[in-house]
């Protein structure tokens, strides 16, 4: 946005708040700004999902109408665990919370600024915890709690009233929190937090800790928890979790991803995530509303994101990849990291030698059996690496493996299926 007084009326728009302190006085912050804004990412994981990348770019947006970042991994709040409404958490090791901490930061740095009068900084909360003693922290810290409302929140609450209970390590994760807060305060002048709406209670444990120790108030903004339109979230604990690292989650995969997204869906995700302008975006709406088949929205933000989050590079050798599994392209010309990705994502068959075409079909589950894959040939709609199959008994030579160990299967314009030849 161009300017920093309707920054609150754009999120708004774009599906953004889903609560947030006194919308009046956070109206008034943004126009006196600029706003230090603060957003921290525990590290749970060996990389960031698409969860974070809602929080990630919504500081993006407050950055760009004129604001300062302040982002990082929880050093110190990884080594705890936010509680889970279900169970305790499992520790990890100090190194790897070290080393995932480093990745979170690595990962962060991208999406934003770091020159001129709002610079982002990446920050670690082990930083301002590290050295303080236990002694410390229960009396300059954990004295301006009130247990009452700590286990009012709604996480402890449901653990409170489970069979597994909760540790006092969990429930002392809300003081971390805010306490980190507060250090942001102190040390940058950090008057806003925001985070997931899962997150508001510790959101509001460190607006409590700033009034009381400070006498301030601050701000918080919560963004709704993404869903699809199905219900279903997108947490790494759901199993279905878009990963940030494209060693865990491919480039192929996350242009797909958004390629294959639900029409019910698209206009939603693309108002949280695409940084057109309201014109645009209200323009593919009309355009998926008119014309479904097209995908035109789709398209875009399949193009847009796997840019910003792998480069231009790698958003082309989806595309091209994308175009040549289909035959619009030559799957030759694809290289082998972007090939291999795509077939990642193709039912699949593992052969120690290349078999018949009609073998290869039934042994994918392109076609029920031999036979059934015998009369697809038959009716001119067998294809092995985009070439139309002539004879369904035909074994594939060397030549045909491409990168010397991979068959590409297609029946009909549509389905498609991957052999791996390991004996090659």
């Known amino acids: ?33 600029p706003v230090t804004v603060y957003v921290g990412f525990d590290p749970t994981a060996p990389s960031m999902h698409l969860g974070n990348l809602v929080q990630i770019l919504t500081v993006r947006r407050l950055q760009q109408a004129g604001h300062r970042p302040r982002g990082g991994g929880g050093g110190a709040a990884g080594l705890i665990g936010d509680p889970k409404p279900t169970s305790e958490r499992t520790l990890n090791a100090p190194e790897v919370v070290a080393e995932w901490v480093g990745r979170f930061q690595r990962q962060l740095e991208p999406y934003f600024s770091f020159e001129g009068p709002n610079a982002a900084i990446v920050v670690n909360n082990l930083d301002w915890t590290a050295g303080l003693s236990a002694i410390e922290f229960l009396r300059d810290v954990g004295k301006y709690f009130r247990v009452n409302k700590m286990i009012a929140k709604e996480a402890v609450s449901r653990r409170l009233n489970s069979d597994q209970g909760i540790s006092y390590t969990e429930f002392s994760y809300q003081i971390l929190q805010g306490m980190d807060f507060l250090k942001l305060y102190q040390q940058y002048g950090c008057t806003m937090q925001t985070g997931g709406s899962d997150q508001w209670g510790n959101l509001t444990a460190g607006i409590d800790l700033i009034h009381r120790v400070e006498g301030e108030s601050v701000h918080a903004l919560a963004t709704p928890l993404l869903t699809k339109a199905d219900g279903t979230k997108f947490g790494k604990t759901e199993g279905g979790a878009i990963w940030l690292d494209p060693e865990m989650y491919s480039p192929y ?30 323009e593919l709406e009309r355009q998926t509303e008119e014309r479904p088949q097209a995908r035109a929205a789709q398209r875009a933000l399949a193009e847009e994101l796997t840019t910003l989050v792998h480069g231009a590079d790698q958003c082309a050798a989806a595309i091209a990849a994308s175009k040549a599994l289909f035959g619009q392209g030559d799957l030759a010309d694809l290289d082998e990291s972007t090939l291999r990705a795509a077939l990642a994502e193709l039912p699949s068959a593992t052969v120690a030698a290349p078999a018949s075409v009609a073998d290869l079909f039934a042994e994918t589950g392109l076609a029920p059996s031999k036979s059934a894959a015998r009369r697809t040939v038959k009716e001119g709609g067998a294809y092995l690496n985009n070439e139309k199959v002539a004879d369904a008994e035909a074994v594939p030579g060397a030549g045909d493996l491409l990168h010397g160990r991979w068959l590409v299967l297609r029946r009909g314009k549509r389905n498609l299926a991957a052999v791996e030849v390991t004996g090659a």
């Open 1 to 33: 946005m161009s300017t920093v007084t309707d920054i609150v009326d754009d999120l708004q728009w774009r599906g953004l708040i889903a609560v947030s302190t006194d919308e009046d006085a956070l109206r008034k912050a943004f126009a006196d700004g």
């Open 253 to 282: 995969a996350f242009y797909q991803f958004w390629l294959n997204t639900d029409d019910r869906d698209i206009s939603r995700f693309s108002r949280i995530f695409s940084f057109a302008s309201r014109e645009e975006l209200e």
